[in-house]
Structure formats: C-alpha cells, structure tokens
C-alpha cells in the first residue's frame, strides 16, 4: 500500500473515531491547558487514537497497561519523544495528525498518553 493512500486511511480512520467517541468522553486529564480550549483527552481522541489505539504503523499503544511500549522510547528521556512527535518518526508524520496543535498541545498530548498508559 502506498504512503498517500495509509496517510488518507489514517485521516478517515481518525474522523471515524472523532465521530464515534465524540459523544463518548468522559472527564479525563487535563495536563496542560497549553492553547485556548486545549483539551489533551479530547485531541487524543481526534488526532491520535487512531494509530495509538491499534498501534498502527509501529505507534506505542496507549491505554492501561501499555507503558511497556513507551519505555523503550524513553529511555532518551521525554524531550525526545517529544521532539520525534514533534518532527515526526518512523512512519508518523510531524505532529501526527495534530495538524493544529503547537510544540506545548504536543508535549500535553505525548504527557497524556504516558499518564493514560500507566
């Protein structure tokens, strides 16, 4: 499969979840209100669940009990998973697909992702 054709995969998959869980959020952690209305659950759910839930792509998984996947990619320390999320890695792309987000909304996301994966 083509690179065009996983990234437009992933976007649908990501609006797939955006709609489904939109209704479903419960009230979860706000590490950083880092732009106005920033809400770390919220753009998880709209940019990241999508390849973090199933691990697409190589993604760590996130939810309880995952940590296991994140350590390896700790072990530089969290500016540098923060900086691979930023610039992207491996097969994702700079910011994921937090094409809105800045440095900070990244930094919240990659904290609320460890924080959910413990």
Same mark, same amino acid.
């Given at each position: ?19 489904? &869980? +939109?209704?479903? %959020? ?7 209100? !880092?732009?106005? #209305?920033?809400?770390? @659950? ?6 990241? &669940? +999508?390849?973090? %839930? ?7 998984? !996130?939810?309880? #009990?995952?940590?296991? @996947? ?49």
């Amino acid at each position: 499969m083509n690179n065009f054709l996983k990234a437009g995969l992933m976007v649908m998959t990501a609006c797939a979840a955006t709609a489904s &869980f +939109a209704d479903n %959020s419960k009230a979860g952690l706000q590490l950083a209100q !880092v732009s106005d #209305g920033f809400n770390a @659950e919220q753009k998880y759910m709209a940019s990241c &669940f +999508a390849c973090h %839930s199933t691990g697409a792509a190589g993604a760590p998984k !996130v939810g309880a #009990g995952m940590m296991g @996947e994140w350590e390896p990619r700790l072990e530089k320390g969290l500016d540098a998973v923060v900086a691979n999320a930023i610039n992207g890695v491996n097969a994702m792309p700079a910011k994921g697909l937090c094409f809105d987000c800045n440095e900070d909304d990244i930094r919240a996301l990659v904290e609320y992702m460890l924080e959910t994966s413990q």
